[in-house]
């Protein structure tokens, strides 16, 4: 069974960093096509940065030169490091997997099978 465990989350001010990290069990990692997705209040889920099966990362525009997404594929875990933190980043950040029809990956939350359970992100100005 896929398990998927997100830690990380807190309350940091603006310009801060933090580092999520996602714990896989069930399957490994290089495997699927893998992903970080937020949603803030009263808003759509949208993806964050995701890694093909090729390990080609792609990120949302607003995301580029801050965020950095990884995988340590022995430790079956996945990254997101989070710098230069905005107000705007504030929402539940959850971490995704797939593998029907995975190559390079991709943001659209749709296509992904597996969710971890989300930790917050919260970032004040």
């Known amino acids: 069974q896929v398990q998927l465990v997100e830690s990380g989350g807190g309350s940091v001010q603006s310009g801060g960093s933090l580092r999520l990290s996602c714990a896989a069990s069930g399957y490994t990692y290089n495997s699927y096509c893998v992903g970080w997705f937020r949603q803030a209040p009263g808003k759509e889920r949208e993806g964050v940065a995701s890694i093909g099966r090729d390990g080609t990362t792609k990120y949302r525009d607003s995301v580029k030169g801050r965020f950095t997404i990884s995988r340590d594929n022995p430790k079956n875990t996945l990254y997101l490091q989070m710098d230069s933190l905005k107000p705007e980043d504030t929402a539940m950040y959850y971490c995704?997997?797939?593998?029907?029809?995975?190559?390079?990956?991709?943001?659209?939350?749709?296509?992904?099978?597996?969710w971890g359970q989300g930790t917050q992100v919260t970032v004040s100005s």
């Open positions: 995704a997997a797939y593998r029907d029809y995975c190559q390079s990956g991709s943001l659209s939350p749709n296509v992904y099978n597996y």
